[in-house]
T-cell receptor, first 115, second 115 residues
Framework: AQTVTQSQPEMSVQEAETVTLSCTYDTSENNYYLFWYKQPPSRQMILVIRQEAYKQQNATENRFSVNFQKAAKSFSLKISDSQLGDTAMYFCAFTALNRDDKIIFGKGTRLHILP | GAVVSQHPSWVICKSGTSVKIECRSLDFQATTMFWYRQFPKQSLMLMATSNEGSKATYEQGVEKDKFLINHASLTLSTLTVTSAHPEDSSFYIC???????????FGQGTRLTVV
């Protein structure tokens, strides 16, 4: 069974700073996707970034980038130049490239961006 | 991006009654839809996977007779909470995927309160 672990329940950083959210996962699958989702106070789930396991290059989306270490099963999210609108719950998630397409979520990290 | 609409956004019902939540993919055909439950300040817990025209696959510990899922078309899945009790009060979220192993799009969620 796949598991996703986020070891930081809550974090706070000053606006404009850089913050890194940690995520580790466990799987016996070889082909899979990893995701970071953001859930702001509205509770709408928003995809932040996606990484295909077969790609060595780390995914980047504007201020958001990941550090994907496949051998270590680590998938951290870096937010650069943090903004007040980045305040949200962040969930690391995993899905295996098989038939069931289930997404398994970590417990989440509550991120506060302080003015 | 693709849009998933969930209705209602919030509902209050009396104990013992049933309530139906709809999940619609507005601009794409969803091969698979998922239903999640989220307790306050916690992660998303997968309840079931639903494919059009077939029976839903429930996760371990989820009561099939309590949470009825119908996936009548490629754009609509419904979750009916039968004989609701206060402990069923929660935030329910659906997601839909267009093809296998692609991005999941989330509805805005439904807050259910059973009184």
């Amino acid at each position: 069974a796949q598991t996703v672990t986020q070891s930081q329940p809550e974090m706070s950083v000053q606006e404009a700073e850089t913050v890194t959210l940690s995520c580790t996962y466990d799987t016996s699958e070889n082909n899979y996707y990893l995701f970071w989702y953001k859930q702001p106070p509205s509770r709408q789930m928003i995809l932040v970034i996606r990484q295909e396991a077969y790609k060595q290059q780390n995914a980047t989306e504007n201020r958001f980038s990941v550090n994907f270490q496949k051998a270590a099963k680590s998938f951290s999210l870096k937010i650069s130049d943090s903004q007040l609108g980045d305040t949200a719950m962040y969930f690391c998630a995993f899905t295996a490239l098989n038939r069931d397409d289930k997404i398994i979520f970590g417990k989440g990290t509550r991120l506060h961006i302080l003015p | 991006g693709a849009v998933v609409s969930q209705h209602p956004s919030w509902v209050i019902c009396k104990s013992g009654t049933s309530v139906k939540i709809e999940c619609r993919s507005l601009d794409f055909q969803a091969t698979t839809m998922f239903w999640y439950r989220q307790f306050p300040k916690q992660s998303l817990m997968l309840m079931a996977t639903s494919n059009e025209g077939s029976k839903a696959t429930y996760e371990q510990g989820v009561e099939k007779d309590k949470f009825l899922i119908n996936h009548a078309s490629l754009t609509l899945s419904t979750l009916t909470v039968t004989s609701a009790h206060p402990e069923d009060s929660s935030f329910y979220i659906c997601s839909a995927i267009r093809d296998t192993n692609t991005e999941a799009f989330f509805g805005q969620g439904t807050r259910l309160t059973v009184v």
